[in-house]
């Protein structure tokens, strides 16, 4: 038998990143690739990259620097590593980044990771590959699925992509660029997707998408159906606890959906959804298409399905044409709402998109300053959201051990990393705990005193999940 070979993939950005570096890993199995946590023994290395936060095309190119000393000092050991870049900085740079950085042989988009075996064949070949098409054929249902062992291994929560791509084009915004225009994957898939996850143990499932909320994929009936349809569907899978989604635009935020965060108890009362600018001005520039007043009713109707919502957001600060008042705007607009946390970041431009050719840039100084008050309005917020959560007791899902032994980690509903002690075997389980303490954004807690009654039942039979 031939001894593995080792892949090393290094995800930049968001979960839809982590995903797709799973479905590689998965993709590659079968090829006898054996994924590995550092990149030092790797015989392949992909990474795979980000486009949305400031610079990801000169980050990308100084880890590529990295990766090229690797490669040559296993070149000077006789061992080839084939260095590859995937995500939407490869979709977006293409050729570019070979020319810059001779050391990769494989170039690749988002859309081409299923074809991965063939691409590498194909850099073996020719000594180099770039592949950044859009292909009509669906990628999903090209990737080979997890191993039983390989989902195990990944923990109790996972991700499914649900939803690619992006019709909204925000001025500021390079996904309907790299991603290409939004595509919803059949209701059946993903299921089936989940099914299988389900029967390898996982217990909470995130549904994601570059804008997810505006789901339309083909239903079991020959209907399209709406996210919430889907979501009412998940939540009848067998040991399926737990259901989130992620990323939404104000937009796509229809009655049904408001309407499954009152009715859906597998929903979890916490939702993302990005709102950028508290400045209506602003929000028209970026080509957002909602006001501030929209959001604001939007999150009214929110609260009024589900009271305890911890709503977080994401804000871009000094985008062209901010002014002061415009920033006001976005600070009262924090107070109203109330986060429970919030992603912030100064306005970059990015090559292609319609922001960077505006005129009226804002300064560097005037960026910095205004997203350090923004992020203390966004850290008071979050602070008294979670000093609410004190002296309750909170359902947890146990994911993994803690730092410390004896301890372990999970999540409250809200989405807070809550630390307890508790025995290993209520990993996947989920249980009440009480809060005692919050420091750094996380909670502290002991097992409630029914919990730890049951606790004993529970060491007795250890979760080992359907299918053992
Ligand atoms: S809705 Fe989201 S993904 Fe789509 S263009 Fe706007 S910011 Fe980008």
Redesign the pocket.
Known sequence: MSEPRKLYVKSFGCQMNVYDSRRMADTLAPQGYVEIAAADDADLVILNTCHIREKAAEKVYSELGRVRRLKEAAAADGRRVIVAVAGCVAQAEGEEIIRRAPAVDLVFGPQSYHRLPELLARAARAGKAVDTEFPIDDKFDHLAAPTWEATRARGVCAFVTVQEG?????T?????YT?GAEMSRPAAKIIAEIEHLAAAGVREITLIG??VNAYHGAGPDGRPWSLARLLHRVAEIDRIARLRYT?S?PGDMGDELIAAHRDLPALMPQLHL?V?SGSDRILAAM??RHTRADYLDIVRRLRAARSDLALTSDFIVGFPGETESDFAATLDLVEQVGFAGAFSFKYSPRPGTPGAEMADQVDEAAKAERLQRLQAAIDRASAAFNRRCLHRTLDVLFERAGRHGGQLVGRSPYLQPVQVAAPAALIGEIVPVTISEIASNSLFGTLAANAARDMARHVERPFVGAGA
């Open positions: 992006c019709d909204r084009f925000c500021f915004c390079v996904v309907p991603r570059q804008n990323t635009h990005p950028q080509n957002r």
